[in-house]
């Protein structure tokens, strides 16, 4: 069975959040899910000039580090991430590779002075780190609204947008060996 290995590096979500992510990646990409600490240092990709933390960097760390056994390797973190051309992003991933990365940060409704609700962090979580790994299986952003590949600029996009491939998606991943 193929394996994904799940890392949480400053994340402050708590192992509950984890343990009910690595079930939804399990049960939606049919895959293995081992928890695992990075075996790099975060900080190498804090970019002080704009206080968030550089997603590419820790791709390539995440990739640099990535287990022989792994099939695929998700990061999960709190961190506020950025593209150089974008100003924040909620993941990022290498489209037909290994690894993706996902954050919390801009998900949490904290972040807009809203009450907690650990229920909708979570959905938006797996919808983001679900969309991140459909692109490891070559998956780019779909132009099916409800598709869990639309493409998310701001977090109420994320909200209306499903958990579930759509039927093209899912022959794509398929015929690319998902």
Known sequence: MPVLHLVPFYCGAGTDLMARLADRLSTTFGVRVKQRRPSFDPEMAFDASRGQYNS??????????????STRVLGVSALDLFIPVLTYVFGEAQ?????????THRLDNALYGLPAEPNLLFER??????HELGHTYSLVHCHDMACVMTSSMQVDGIDIKSDRFC????REMENNGG
Not at 58 to 69: E, F, G, I, K, T
């Open 167 to 170: 039927s093209r998606c899912v």
């Open 125 to 130: 979580l797996s919808k983001e780190a679900i």
């Open 95 to 103: 489209l037909g590779g290994r690894v993706a990365v996902v954050s």
């Open 56 to 69: 590419r960097i820790l791709l390539a760390q995440l990739l640099r580090h990535a287990p022989d056994d």
